[in-house]
């Protein structure tokens, strides 16, 4: 099984968090970025379709595609 970017970028961030649990608010902020990246590599139409239905969904998706 090959990993996209986006997971291997949220996996980064997952054991980061872990290893850093010295500020729980940012501990727990990076974990939920980091499980939304591994989603998105790992279901990229899925998570896309989600994040669209939110608020402000297009705006998110285009910020995220630009910066990832």
């Given at each position: 099984m090959t990993l996209d970017?986006?997971?291997?970028?949220?996996?980064?961030?997952a054991?980061?968090?872990i290893a850093g649990?010295?500020?729980?608010?940012?501990?727990v902020l990076l974990l939920i970025v980091a499980i939304f990246l591994i989603a998105w590599g790992q279901a990229p139409q899925r998570v896309e379709t989600f994040v669209k239905g939110l608020p402000y969904g297009d705006s998110i998706m285009g910020?995220?595609?630009?910066?990832?």
């Open positions: 970017n986006r997971t291997k970028l949220g996996a980064i961030i054991v980061s968090v649990l010295a500020f729980v608010w940012i501990a910020t995220l595609d630009k910066w990832i």
